[in-house]
């Protein structure tokens, strides 16, 4: 059993934690993108609506207090970043820079808010290159974490691979999944 790490014989497995504690899951790859719930068809009819709504009652509460249920608009887009931000990765869409430059195509009025994520690590030639994209354009502001205020207040969720889009559903917020 590997946490995290790739399996490398035929019964070994990966355990990560799916999203927030205590939910777990238990896979025979590290790469989240091929797991079986990942290629399933979701099916709205066969949801329980009202175990459905209890649960999300109930970890939304758990997970945000009163703050998720007092959420606002304030008129920004929040940008909640991995790392490895000039690489576009087999699993993306875009780079994570490039994810930037379209929302700020796209939405040409909000500003944007970009956060890093306060466990990776940052080149310097990542940190620079989105200073540089933050200088072009005045509406960017950078950010490190900060994730449970940034939801209160935005407006929608922009992210590539970022479970913040998750969280963001508790504060009732749309996202946008490159």
């Not at 025979?28 to 009819?45: E, G, I, L, P, Y």
């Not at 909640?80 to 040409?108: A, I």
Request: proline content about 5%; charged content about 20%.
């Amino acid at each position: 059993m590997f946490h995290m790490g790739d399996p490398f014989h035929q019964r070994a497995l990966t355990m990560r934690r799916a999203y927030q504690y205590p939910f777990w899951a238990i896979e025979n790859t590290s790469k989240r993108w091929d797991w079986d719930v990942a290629r399933t068809k979701f099916s709205v009819c066969e949801v329980n609506r009202e175990e459905a709504e209890g649960f999300y009652k109930f970890w939304r509460k758990r997970q945000f207090g009163e703050a998720a249920a007092k959420a606002s608009r304030q008129g920004f887009v929040y940008l909640p970043l991995q790392g490895k931000l000039q690489d576009h990765r087999s699993f993306q869409t875009c780079s994570p820079l490039q994810m930037v430059e379209h929302v700020l195509e796209n939405d040409p009025i909000r500003p944007v808010i970009v956060s890093l994520h306060p466990s990776e690590s940052y080149t310097s030639s990542e940190l620079s290159a989105l200073e540089e994209l933050a200088s072009r354009y005045p509406r960017i502001s950078i950010r490190m974490g900060g994730m449970a205020d940034l939801l209160a207040t935005c407006d929608y969720v922009v992210t590539q691979n970022s479970s913040v889009a998750y969280f963001g559903y508790f504060f009732a917020k749309p996202s946008v999944l490159f």
